[in-house]
């Protein structure tokens, strides 16, 4: 397919639903070794946990040799091989609740052809916006880049340094189990997360590579654990190089100014995941509220 013709693939839409069911979130929090049976009806989803619904259904015969959809149904049959998330961003408007149906509507609004230092590049922006009840819960901006076959004997890496030290920071060393439960979780059959020789032989990675939501919600997992009373209003992130299995990272925060009031606080605070080299995989500015203001 050519670059030219990539831009009328823009403005196409498509509707998924889902029940909602709270085993999805007792799943969930079971990979990240929290209580399931805590987890009920009628609960609010924690940010971004939509991302284990409306998983995608290909038969397997429908699967490319990645594992991924074959491209071409609603994301454009772009001619680059390794596709992974580039970042987002993410608004929680209302709360998602379990037990109750929801419908998501994904719309493409940005196709835009690049090249960079390592070859060709295609990032794809999707819109999607979920409801339930009629009521607007989630918006969301995805960003998804293409990139050219990596050359013979040369692994991605990350390369932006990690200038600052944050604040405070949790040691995560993800394990082949995690993985495989998260990739279960969302229906993910991309071979990067768990077919090791693939990796190595195909897309020139020296292992399995960690998801990049599961770095995102590693993330709010750890801010939630040292926050508990802030309620996160917005999410902006960034994957900035792969995370291996068999890796131990940090992942840290550090907090921006805030606004005082009385009984009410509201600022930023700036995530990362870094690797033992101090080098970031993925970056995130989650603003948050506390109190009534």
């Known amino acids: 397919m050519k670059t030219r013709q990539y831009t009328d693939w823009t403005g196409r839409t498509r509707q998924d639903y889902d029940s909602m069911a709270a085993e999805t979130m007792k799943r969930f929090a079971a990979t990240m070794d929290r209580d399931p049976a ?4 009628d609960d ?6 939509h991302w284990f619904y409306f998983t995608p259904m290909e038969r397997l ?9 074959h491209k071409g149904d609603f994301l454009p049959p772009i001619d680059l091989p390794r596709r992974m998330w580039a970042g987002g961003r993410v608004r929680p ?5 379990t037990g109750t149906p929801a419908t998501k509507t994904s719309t493409i609004t940005k196709i835009e052809p690049k090249q960079g230092r390592s070859g060709a590049l295609c990032f794809i922006t999707v819109v999607h916006r979920v409801e339930q009840e009629g009521r607007l819960c989630v918006e969301e901006e995805q960003d998804i880049v293409y990139r050219e076959a990596a050359p013979a004997g040369i692994a991605p890496r990350r390369n932006q340094p ?11 060393e993800p394990t082949a189990t995690q993985l495989f439960r998260f990739s279960a979780i969302t229906f993910n059959a991309h071979r990067i997360h768990y077919d090791a020789d693939y990796c190595r032989e195909v897309e020139g ?21 040292k926050y508990p009373a802030r309620c996160i209003t917005a999410i902006r992130y960034r994957a900035m190089g792969p995370v291996y299995l068999g890796e131990q990272v940090e992942v840290g925060g550090t907090d921006g100014p805030e606004e005082h ?20 995989a993925m970056q995130a500015e989650l603003t948050w509220e506390e109190g009534t203001p």
């Open 162 to 172: 990690l200038e600052q030290r944050p604040d405070w920071s949790v040691r995560w």
């Open 61 to 69: 015969g429908e699967l490319a040799q990645d594992g991924h959809p």
């Open 205 to 225: 990675y020296p292992n399995v590579v960690v998801h990049g939501p599961l770095l995102l919600h590693r993330i709010l997992h750890d801010f939630s654990e």
């Open 38 to 41: 805590r987890i009920m009806d």
């Open 44 to 49: 609010p989803l924690t940010p971004c946990a």
């Open 261 to 280: 009031k009385e009984g009410f606080r509201a600022g930023v605070t700036t995530m990362v995941v870094s690797g033992q080299e101090n080098a970031i």
């Open 93 to 97: 408007l209302a709360p998602l609740r």
